[in-house]
Nanobody
C-alpha cells in the first residue's frame, strides 16, 4: 500500500482544514487507517484511527469533538476533518496503515504540514 497525504496548510486559530490520504492497491479496504502528527521536538502521536470497515474510531483526547476521521473504501481514501483548530495542533500530519491484528503501522504517507496561527 502506498499512501499520499495532502490538504495541509496555514490557517488561523478557529479555522478548519481537511486532510486527505489517497491509497494505492486493491487491499486498502483490509487496513485500519490512522492519522498521526509530530510537532518539532515532540513525539509522534496517534491523532485518530478508523478500522478497516469504518465501524470503530479512536481520537486523541485533545482532538475529540473537533476532528473527524472517515474513509471511503471504494475510493481508497481516508480523510481527517479538522475544525476549531488551535495553535497546538500545528504539526506534520501523517497517514498510516496497518492490518487489524498488527501492533505497528506498516505503511506511511509522506506527511503534510499543518500550521495554525494564533
Amino acid at each position: 500500500v502506498q499512501l499520499q497525504a495532502s490538504g495541509g496548510g496555514l490557517v488561523q486559530a478557529g479555522g478548519s482544514l481537511r486532510l486527505s490520504c489517497a491509497a494505492s492497491g486493491r487491499t486498502f479496504r483490509a487496513y485500519d487507517m490512522g492519522w498521526f502528527r509530530q510537532a518539532p521536538g515532540k513525539e509522534r502521536d496517534l491523532v485518530a484511527r478508523i478500522t478497516w470497515n469504518g465501524d470503530s474510531t479512536y481520537y486523541l483526547d485533545s482532538v475529540k469533538g473537533r476532528f473527524t476521521i472517515s474513509r471511503d473504501n471504494a475510493k481508497n481514501a481516508v480523510d481527517l476533518q479538522m475544525n476549531s483548530l488551535r495553535p497546538e495542533d500545528t504539526a506534520v500530519y501523517y497517514c498510516a496503515a496497518k492490518l487489524g491484528y498488527a501492533r505497528e503501522y506498516k505503511y506511511w504517507g509522506q506527511g503534510t504540514q499543518v500550521t495554525v496561527s494564533s
